[in-house]
């Protein structure tokens, strides 16, 4: 089975620039989660949709960020406009439903660098 | 926000020795999962553990859900240098309901000489 599918691998970009990041979640699975990881923070949770609907995200930094699940099989992680700060690895995962306690797949991830 | 307290944050160890790492928190955690990160990818399941008390193994790894329901460990037995990575201890706290929010360890880095 394909597991959960990122793109791009890597992204470089300038500062002020947009940064549109891309998900594909395991098919039948659905709960979706976009994390960000840092030497200095782990992982952090950004927000996750359950249903295709976003349930959690406190971890959403700034209005800079935005994220969407138009449907079962898709989700973007939009910076706009992007820093220096954000640089980072961009985590997309997602879980099977039903079952709260279900394990995360992860993606293998987007590493972010703004200039 | 809250995380996990995750030890040791690094290991050398010599290939064939066995290693043991923990988590603790502090409030009752009804899941406890434990991740391994290899360069480059996402951090990929290893053990899932769901009882107080469960003792669970994969292989040459052993996890244990802490009695106390505050804890974990992991151990890896007679390692290997492809047991280089960093592995993660994640868990969901009993009061979360139906939150399906992970909180996470920060991490320990293990690195096996040969």
């Known amino acids: 089975d394909a597991g959960v599918i990122q793109s791009p691998r890597h992204e470089v970009t300038e500062m002020g620039q947009e940064v549109t990041l891309r998900c594909k979640p395991i098919?039948?699975?659905?709960?979706l989660f976009w994390y960000r990881q840092t030497m200095m923070r782990g992982l952090e949770l950004l927000i996750y949709f359950n249903n295709n609907v976003p349930i959690d995200d406190s971890g959403m930094p700034e209005d800079r960020f935005s994220a969407k699940m138009p449907n079962a099989s898709f989700s973007t992680l939009k910076i706009q406009p992007s820093e220096p700060r954000d640089s980072a690895v961009y985590f997309c995962?997602?879980?099977?439903?039903?079952?709260?306690?279900?394990?995360?797949?992860f993606g293998n991830g987007t590493r972010l660098t703004v200039t | 926000g809250q995380q996990l307290n995750q030890s040791p944050q690094s290991m050398f160890i010599q290939e064939g020795e066995d290693v043991s790492m923990n988590c603790t928190s502090s409030?009752?955690?009804?899941?406890w999962l434990w991740y391994k990160q290899d360069p480059g990818e996402g951090p990929v399941l290893l053990i899932a553990l769901y009882k107080a008390g469960e003792l669970t193994s994969n292989g040459r790894l052993t996890a244990q859900f802490g009695i106390t329901r505050k804890d974990s460990f992991l151990n890896i037995s007679a390692s290997i240098p492809s047991d280089v990575g960093i592995y993660f201890c994640a868990g969901r706290p009993t009061n979360a309901g139906n939150n399906r929010k992970l909180i996470w360890g920060l991490g320990t880095s293990l690195a096996v000489n040969p």
């Open positions: 098919s039948g699975h659905n709960s």
């Open positions: 995962a997602s879980m099977q439903g039903g079952l709260v306690n279900s394990p995360l797949h």
């Open positions: 409030s009752i955690f009804n899941t």
